[in-house]
Nanobody, 122 residues
Framework: QVQLVESGGGLVQAGGSLRLSCVFS????????MGWFRQSPGKEREFVAYIGWSGRIKDYADPAKGRFTISRDNAKNTVYLQMNSLKPEDTAVYYC???????????????WGQGTQVTVSS
């Protein structure tokens, strides 16, 4: 019964911002590590960011550092990805994922959302 539902994607101009949300249900949200990944056509799924169960530990892929911020609200069972200074290279389907330990490899995560499209125009 675990479900992850992403929202907040859309089309924005380069330099703009988007805030993605992912709502978790079916298990105890606060016991899960949450991650964001993305995938563009012809490329492998790519790590973007993760956050520990308490929100105290975070990490980002190099392209996201300084521009993206991951956060979570355990009272709302929700993880967020604030994306600023967006570039055309950020265009991808963005997926949230839940797992039991911090990892940058997608295979370490147990549950996945359906994805939300982010398109950045130049």
């Amino acid at each position: 019964q675990v479900q992850l539902v992403e929202s907040g994607g859309g089309l924005v101009q380069a330099g703009g911002s988007l805030r993605l949300s992912c709502v978790f249900s079916g298990r105890t949200f606060s016991s899960y590590v949450m991650g964001w990944f993305r995938q563009s056509p012809g490329k492998e799924r790519e790590f973007v960011a993760y956050i520990g169960w308490s929100g105290r530990i975070k990490d980002y892929a190099d392209p996201a550092k300084g521009r993206f911020t991951i956060s979570r609200d355990n009272a709302k069972n929700t993880v967020y990805l604030q994306m600023n200074s967006l570039k055309p290279e950020d265009t991808a389907v963005y997926y949230c994922a839940a797992g039991r330990s911090l990892a940058i490899r997608w295979s370490a995560y147990d549950y996945w959302g359906q994805g939300t499209q982010v398109t950045v125009s130049s």
